[in-house]
């Protein structure tokens, strides 16, 4: 915003799996793609405009979004596969994640055996107090930029995917047990941590709000919540309660992370 800026790209030079960068064209096209991206959008929530969230759905205080992809003719990449974007539609406060997770539960006991991101862990339930708090299973550390997906049968955790553009996730990501959603997997929710949780371990969620978006499959939601146990975010109660900065936060990262 001040003029013209340069950034000088160095690498350690005591680190030998640099020894063969020597000039531009010996970086990688993705990464010099991922490290304009960071620069083009780093500041973007500096330049946002506050406002107070009302009731459900809740606008967003941001930029137009991007126009939605026509679903019926997908744009293909050189490399033959459907491009990827994903887009906020709007948020929704606690009492439309609640109904969301409720729907979500009672389409999950008569599904077919092998539907849901949690198909034979039967033993790992939704939680005794649920809608208002869940179990949920982190796939994804806050801060990290791998998730993870449940293999089933034996209960271990793989590698799904790796973000490839210059963001981390801005909360750990979890999957709640015993809920199916649209795309026929379990629902996914956004902890609010204070701190990264362990891969794979059960947080007791406190849900907040419900996060609606859309992607190029087609309509997705994320859950938003706060550990029920961690005192640092007993005021984190609804989406009204959760900071706005929080909330753009996460916003442009749900709007972004799929750009490269």
């Known amino acids: 915003e001040k003029g013209e800026d340069q950034k000088l790209i160095a690498v350690i030079k005591s680190d030998p799996r640099w020894d063969e960068v020597r000039d531009l064209h010996d970086i990688e096209d993705h990464v010099k793609r991922e490290i304009q991206q960071f620069f ?4 973007e929530l500096e330049n946002k405009v506050q406002s107070t969230p009302g009731s459900t759905p809740v606008v967003l205080p941001m930029s137009d979004p991007p126009a939605v992809p026509n679903l019926g003719s997908p744009k293909v990449s050189s490399v033959g596969k459907k491009r990827k974007w994903a887009t906020i539609k709007g948020w929704y406060d606690r009492k439309g994640a609640i109904e969301l997770l409720q729907a979500a539960y ?8 092998g539907l849901g991101t949690f198909p034979r862990m039967r033993r790992l339930n939704i939680g005794d107090h649920s809608p208002n708090i869940v179990n949920a ?7 990290t930029n791998i998730k993870h997906e449940v293999l089933g049968k034996v209960g271990l955790l793989k590698v799904e995917k790796v973000l490839h ?13 015993q809920t199916l959603a649209e795309d026929g997997k379990a629902v996914e929710c956004l902890c609010l941590s204070v701190f990264p949780l362990p891969l794979g371990c059960i947080v007791q969620l406190r849900v907040v709000a419900l996060l609606n978006l859309e992607d190029q499959s087609g309509p997705n939601v994320k859950v938003i919540g706060v550990p029920d146990e961690e005192p640092r975010l007993g005021e984190y109660q609804d989406l009204d309660s959760v900071p706005m900065h929080v ?10 992370y799929k750009n490269l």
């Open 247 to 256: 909330q753009k936060e996460v916003s442009e990262f749900f709007n972004t």
């Open 40 to 43: 083009e959008t780093y500041k």
């Open 106 to 113: 009672e389409a999950y006991e008569p599904c077919p055996a």
């Open 137 to 143: 299973m982190v796939r994804a550390s806050k801060g």
């Open 165 to 177: 553009s210059a963001v981390v996730y801005p909360g750990d990501l979890c999957s709640i047990p």
